[in-house]
Structures are given as structure tokens and as C-alpha cells.
């Protein structure tokens, strides 16, 4: 029987990236290499749509992201997030409307990083994501949650076919010294105005 939920037919791809299980970990002693964007059927890179975004600016607790990085799948299998910690990165899931899903990291062994102060959001605060095409699309915080990454709500973030939402991802709670990550994650849902 075919599943009818709005994008339930992305859902498989998107059950595959267990990334958040790695994806606040303490930087590797040596980065890991970025994955290029994906090819096209050239074998170039692809390019990058016009209504990607391009900019996150939340002035409720001190944002401003003007040049955001691209995102994709790393070898692993699991979604790669910025290599470096005071930048905010895009998960570029290809075509077809979805929610935008921006990933950060909280802090680093440097100290905080881009999306420290993130549980610090509020229902109505204003979220701005500037667009490769020069439009700006405003969000409001709808809520906040904060879960264990084993039960990370992977169709809840990624899923469904809406392109007036928005996702915002980091961890949260406490630190695992052993794995060197956060055992929890914390997701911001926004929708836009």
C-alpha cells in the first residue's frame, strides 16, 4: 500500500540520514573533506536553485548570516553539517517543495558557536532567510523541542511537501564525553508570515 502523506515518497532518502547521531561532535583531529554539490549529468557541479537561501539573519538573539553554506549527503550517509562552527549550513535535499532545514553547531572546543543562544527563541520571534534570488522570506518561531537524538523526528523536520516552513537544527543536553557529542538535539520550527 502507497503511503499518501505529503512527501512520504522523499521519506525513504531522508530516513537514511542518521546525521544527527555525529552532528555535533568535537571537531576531528583533522576536518573531514567536504562533499561536493552534487553532479549534474554533465558531471558539474549543480548549480545552486534560485530560491535557495543564502542569508539567516534572527535578530532575537543576535544572527546574522550572510553567506550561508550548502549542505548535502557525506559518504557516510549521513548529512554533512559545517565544518566550521561559526557558520550556518543549508541541507540541500534537491527539487521539489520542503521545508528549509538550516543546521549549526552550538559550540565547539573554542567556545560557543553560531547557534548558542538558539533554545533561547521564542513563539513569534522573527527568523529572516535571505534567497539566492535576492527575496527575503520572514519566519515566525511557532515552538521549540528538544529530544534524544535516537529518537530524532526525522519526518517532522525533513518531511512533508510545505515550503512555508522552516527548521532550524543544533544539540542540545548533555555532553558525551566517550562519543564527543551531545546526546540530545534541538529543533526550532518556523512558518512563514
Known sequence: MRDRRPGASLLPGVVALVFLLVGCA???????????????????????PAGAPASLRIPAIGVDES??????????????????????GWFDRGSGPAPTVLLGHV????????????????????????RVDGSVDRYAVERTEQMPK???PTFAVFGGASSDQLRLVTCAGDFD??????RDNMVVHARAL
Not at 72 to 81: H, P
Not at 118 to 129: F, M, N, Q, T
Not at 177 to 182: D, I, L, N
Request: aromatic share 6%; glycine share 8%; proline share 13%.
Open 26 to 48: 568535537a571537531p576531528p583531529a583533522a576536518p573531514a573533506p567536504a562533499v561536493p554539490a552534487a553532479p549534474s549529468v554533465t558531471g558539474a557541479p549543480a548549480e545552486v
Open 67 to 88: 553567506m550561508l553554506l550548502r549542505l548535502g549527503v557525506a559518504e557516510d550517509g549521513t548529512a554533512e553539517v559545517p565544518q566550521d562552527y561559526d557558520r550556518v
Open 107 to 130: 559550540d565547539s572546543r573554542d567556545g560557543p558557536a553560531v547557534f548558542i543562544d538558539l533554545r533561547d527563541l521564542a513563539p513569534g520571534d522573527v527568523i529572516e532567510v535571505g
Open 150 to 152: 535516537d529518537a530524532f
Open 177 to 182: 564525553r566517550g562519543a564527543r557529542s551531545y
